[in-house]
């Protein structure tokens, strides 16, 4: 995932933490699901925007929240399936 | 350092407005947690004592002093004996298990004896075939969380959920539909309400196996009903999200610990609130239960109107108090444990939405409903059709999977009403699955589509007499007496607006 890319869901979990009330920092290798930072909705909610911008398609994937828990995660699990 | 929030805070504005005013807001004044010197003298052994009596204290509205003296001890030395952590855990859940089946008059007991009743079976206790059950379902457990942490292509360790239901499913065809007599059956039913409390938690642990990082095999034993929640429903999740809730530092576990007293005083106030409640619309108001201004209802003999809604308010009010109580109390005593685990219900009279209602009503219910039966389905179907994606997972997760968990709770009822009596009689409560679960997943589509309900306080109003007029007119149908149909409850609702 490219700089870009990254900034771009920092902002979205961001604002998904605000909405949530949560107004701490987030590094890049924090837990945000297991910790219940968010909640599953909100998960729901990025895999529809990762689903969105990187074509990524879940239900070929053995899904593990472990796989998309922090910044880092996702990031690798983009690289990692992205069709584009 | 405070525990993250599960579920969206929406006071902030108003506690900036009081701040900027100089203002010390109550909740400002009982962060006791935030501030420094009480976290620091709560890590003492004077610190410690205290925070053990008043837990002591707030348990014992629910359980007798010296089981309450035991589990706040359990949850406190869990914390703070990092090197027999394991061996508490294992230990302190399936002894409270045992208590429970051997010491006090309980569910397991009156349902194995119920069977035996049908059975003409005597000569054996019903003790004694509860503690025969839980030892192989003790033995099973381990053997099928082992197989599948070896071997992820079995069945049950690709789709536990579907495994363990379908378990539940030939047990109960087995029990219920006479393929089996005498004591055989009996033994099988023994099992059957054994393993059914279970199974959520069962759930969890074998969907945790499939993870990158599984737990220990003996600290998913231990969580399997662990001690502070023995219950059906798997209050902080299972091994995977514990583990990573656990406090990481004594400063953390200090904080911690002093909210999970907090929150078990919070539970006592809200049990004094349904008290009150009771005391003052019950016994000096005379108003009635809802089975009753239904009764009477049906019987021609209709409360006046007031009369009837306040049935149905205080019914809900009553219910909504109580379930709060539970979850503040389960997941008050693991926060002493040091799980830094968010609270179950949240200031569900501040949500906007159904779908926040929902959120933070029952929490870990939802989640349960959401980890099961939500994702699943979100992952496979209508992946081309958002809205419809979202809508037909949430009906899944809201409506199915709700369906499927009260059905389950309540098994024991096929031993005296047979599988037909239980379907029958659960047709109201899946009605209400089905309206709530239409409700949310519009109200989730909607969301999607960009809806921001209003902050004003007119907003505000009208959001809260939205969400509370739904959830107490949709009360009437999800009452656990399971003695009126569909047909009369949609006439005493019908009544209640004057249509009937």
Redesign the interface.
Known sequence: MNVDGKLKLRKFLKEALE????Q?ELSDSE?LF????L???S??QL??QL?EAFGL???TV???V?LIDSLDEIAAFVDANASA | MSL???????D?PAARLGARFGRVSLRDRLAIDERAPVVVASQTWLGQSVIFLVAVLAVSSFEDWWQAALLVGLAMAYARLPNYRNGLLLGGTWTAALLALCLSQNAIQDNIRAMMVVENVHDVSPLALGLLAMAVFFVGAWRVLELSRRDKTLFVARRPMLALLGVEAVLCGLCSLSVIDGLPRVLLWSLLIVFTPYLWFLAYALADQ????ASPPIFQMGVLRPFWSPTFLPFGKGA??LR??FAKSPEELAVTQIKGVKLLLWANVLLLIKIALVWAFQEQLQVPSLEAAQDAFLAGQSHSLPYAWAAVILSTAKFSLQIAFWGHLFIGVARLAGF???RSTWRPLGSKTL?EYF?RFH?YF??LL??FF??PT???MF?SY?RLR?FF?TFMAAGVGNAIWHFVRDIDLIATMGIGGALVSFESYAFYCLVLATGLGLS?VRMSMGFKPSLSLAGRLRSFLFVWSFVVCLHIFSDGSRSHSIGERLAFLGSLFGVI
């Not at chain 2, 499939?210 to 990082?213: A, K, M, P």
């Open positions: 909405k949530h009330g949560d701490g837990s297991v910790s219940g930072r909640d599953s909705f998960m729901m895999v529809m689903e398609d879940f239900s053995d899904f593990d472990s | 993250p929030s599960a579920v969206p805070s929406g902030e499939r993870s990158r990082d995977a999200f990573k809730t830094r685990l968010p779908m959120n929490y939802k989640e959401v980890d939500f994702v979100f992952f496979k992946r958002p979202l997972a989730q």
